[in-house]
């Protein structure tokens, strides 16, 4: 494309500024992709320094694209071309052949149709399957996106994991992590969720054909990603268009786009970015958490009050009592003497293996534990509690629910609403008459909890505690409602454009979580409903600025243990305490623990056409834990010993294997197809019978499986269809087929 000046193209994402300039030839001089952690201005001026660095101060004409340009290209008087637009030039130019341009970003992800006039869908309520999910994917595997592209070169096995949204996923993954899925396979397992997030979300029925171009940061740095979507899709040779500079294509086109009458310089541009662009409040603001020191240090005294007692380690003669707390992030160890004094407790991140973190710290203890006392009784809880039971042969396993009432009555008796706030789990714990009465936990969300805080740190650049620290005296918090984590960060994203500080934002999130909490999960309409004695607990709550929102919106003075982060691990060992009676431990000896050896498989249950995924831990000494598995099958034993009728597998065989079809040859009338699914599971005899005498082969679909499900992930027209529409678009399709 031949121009008669210099141009810049500049495209601000919702993670990420890039810059092209191009010369009069319309070659690439200059280019650059930064993050911009929420520092749009701070960033692009940076960036504009370099280019200015390099050249001097040349004159360019300027364009500004992207989800996060059109409000700065108001205040810099530079013109702003439409993103959808700024591509289709770039394709024009490089690609003139691309059909379909499939485009992820940092929060966006777009499928922009060529062919018979220009058609985008773009992901409009959720930012599953874009570049945020993939980062917050990496960093439940410990790793960035970069590591998760390595991990994926050498993947053996896909599960299937939700894209829809990154609490689902986490969902998904966390007892895959739990149950020792490897990291490669996790990770390629990931990519493929995102391609079916993009294919099922956005094309919404209209198929993916033809030319296809792979655009943006994610699908350039990701080359495992592309490789997933190209595998998906079914794409060889010339179809797929992988440009070199994919990362760069809105700007590059936004560039291409500029107008010859709006001329300006990179100095001009560099004086404009050094000056504060103060932009306009849009987002509600609310009352700071703490309005002097003075109220923090009484808040503070009175909190400091509710501690466990503690004992020296050390010098302990006696017996001791063991939990352990295997949580979805997080492993939690707490060993207690006989007078319920807390001796030692352990807090760490599973790192992907909650069986290994707890080794470690049960070496620790070892290492630790002075003579003359000894263990004689252990209880595990918590999402890993069947597998350290079985890997440790540990004497009592219990629900969490129950672990976390027994610590909360420990310091509060009279208890009768506990609020545990974890990683990516929220309960609220209703106490009757000394008894769990009721259980309520976040089904669909996680934006009210300790991950869903740590990822906006994170994204910031902020470490937790730091994050949490400048809370406190922030005066304008930001209003963040109690919303999910992507109309969040538009909400933020917005603060941040009118001048929002990272306080503001960190109080904001604060308040967001409580009313999540409360609001979302324990669907209170009165915050007096909670009870009169409540105990909060869970890591979360360790954040005196989520404290404090909590104590302000519900109206009421809470108690926070000072082992609030453990009180599940404390609770377990508490129970240990009460149900010793003398008997002999069967937990495993120090050296025992030091031999201990674990191997984790995966395989395929052939017991049903399930197939269930199984993962087996095998320990040493030929013992195993299985788990994945829907029925007894999996585990080898024995089903059905009493022999009672399957009615389930009469009713299948009775309606569909007694039927056949007639051959090619009698079929005078052709061939009718009849998707299995819905009501032909009653029906399907009378439509057999009915075609069948009328002189058509019947064809049935096969039964319902994963493969089905992705044949007609493309045939979709709505991103909120259900699984069994989803299934049923499949038999069609295969029928078709």
Not at 359 to 375: C, Q, V
Not at 486 to 493: D, G
Not at 671 to 683: C, D, K, Q, T, W
Request: some cysteine; proline content about 3%.
């Amino acid at each position: 494309m031949k121009l008669d000046f210099n141009t810049l193209g500049i495209d601000i994402g919702s993670t990420t500024v890039k810059i092209a300039i191009l010369n009069k030839d319309g070659e690439i001089i200059f280019s650059d992709y930064q993050r911009h952690y929420a520092n749009i201005q701070e960033t692009l001026a940076k960036i504009i320094d370099e280019a200015y660095e390099e050249f001097g101060d040349i004159p360019v004409s300027p364009m500004i694209t992207g989800s996060g340009g059109l409000t700065l290209s108001k205040h810099m008087e530079i013109p702003f071309v439409q993103e959808v637009v700024a591509v289709a030039t770039s394709l024009k130019d490089y690609a003139p052949r691309t059909d379909v341009a499939i485009e992820l970003g940092g929060e966006d992800a777009k499928i922009i149709y060529f062919t018979g006039g220009i058609d985008q869908r773009m992901n409009g309520i959720c930012a599953g399957g874009t570049g945020s999910f993939i980062d917050q994917m990496a960093t439940l595997l410990k790793t960035d996106a970069a590591g998760l592209n390595e991990y994926a070169k050498n993947y053996k096995a896909i599960y299937p994991i939700a894209a829809r949204c990154g609490v689902f996923a986490k969902t998904d993954i966390q007892p895959l992590i739990n149950e020792g899925a490897t990291k490669e396979d996790l990770s390629a397992s990931i990519f493929q969720a995102v391609v079916n997030q993009t294919i099922s979300g956005l094309a919404c029925g209209k198929p993916i054909k033809g030319n296809v171009a792979f655009l943006g940061g994610p699908l350039h740095f990701l080359t495992e990603l592309k490789q997933a979507f190209i595998r998906t899709l079914g794409l060889e040779g010339d179809a797929i268009i992988a440009p070199e500079h994919s990362h760069l294509f809105a700007a590059s086109g936004a560039a291409m786009n500029a107008h010859a009458d709006v001329q300006s310089s990179l100095g001009e541009l560099k004086e404009k970015l050094s000056h504060k662009i103060e932009l306009e409040f849009e987002v509600t603001r609310m009352e700071p958490l703490f309005a002097s020191e003075k109220e923090y240090e009484d808040f503070t005294e009175r909190h400091n009050k509710h501690n466990v007692r503690k004992g020296d380690f050390a010098s302990y003669k006696g017996d001791l009592f063991l939990g352990i707390d295997a949580g979805s992030t997080t492993t939690k160890v707490a060993v207690i003497g006989d007078d319920g004094s807390l001796l030692y407790s352990f807090y760490s991140s599973n790192n992907g293996s909650p069986l290994k973190t707890a080794l470690k710290a049960m070496k620790d203890i070892y290492s630790k534990m002075p003579e003359g006392a000894r263990i004689v009784r252990s209880c595990s809880t918590g999402y890993g509690e069947a597998l350290l039971k079985s890997a440790l042969l540990l004497d009592e396993g219990e629900v969490e629910t129950v672990a976390h009432y027994t610590a909360a009555a420990f310091f509060d008796p009279n208890v009768d609403c506990i609020l545990d706030i974890g990683g990516q789990d929220m309960k609220c714990i209703k106490i009757k008459n000394n008894s769990v009465d009721k259980v309520q936990l976040n089904e669909a969300c996680s934006s009210g909890c300790g991950s869903f805080i740590e990822t906006f740190a994170k994204s910031l650049n902020y470490e937790v505690a730091d994050f949490a620290k400048i809370a406190l005296f922030a005066e304008n918090p930001i209003d963040l409602g109690s919303r999910c984590t992507v109309f969040m960060n538009s909400k933020v994203k917005q603060a941040q454009k009118e001048g929002a500080s990272v306080a503001d934002i960190s109080a904001g999130l604060a308040y967001s979580v409580i009313k999540n909490a409360l609001l979302k999960v324990i669907k209170l309409t009165d915050p007096k409903d909670l009870g009169k004695q409540v105990v909060v607990q869970g890591g979360t709550f360790y954040n005196d600025a989520v404290l404090r929102s909590f104590e302000r919106i519900s109206g009421c003075e809470a108690i926070r243990p000072d082992i609030a982060g453990i009180m599940g691990a404390f609770g377990a060992a508490l129970i240990a305490k009460d149900r010793y009676t003398g008997q002999k431990s069967t937990m495993l000896s120090f050296k025992e623990i030091n031999e201990l050896r674990f191997k984790t498989s995966m395989t395929r249950c052939q017991g049903c056409i399930n197939h269930c995924l199984l993962t087996v831990n095998e320990f040493t000494g030929n013992r195993k834990f299985i788990s994945g598995n829907r029925c007894e099958k999996g585990l080898g034993l024995e089903k059905n010993k009493e022999q009672i009728p399957n009615l389930f597998e009469y009713k299948n065989e009775r309606v569909f294997r007694h039927y056949k079809p007639l051959k090619k040859a009698d079929a005078t009338r052709g061939v009718v197809g009849i998707p299995r699914v819905l009501n032909m599971y009653e029906n399907y005899p009378f439509w057999f019978t009915f075609f069948t005498k009328l002189g058509y082969s019947v064809k049935l679909s096969p039964v319902s499986s994963r493969k089905i499900y992705e044949l007609g992930i493309e045939s979709i027209p709505s991103e909120s269809e259900c699984y069994p529409a989803k299934l049923a678009h499949g038999h069609v399709t295969w029928l078709i087929r």
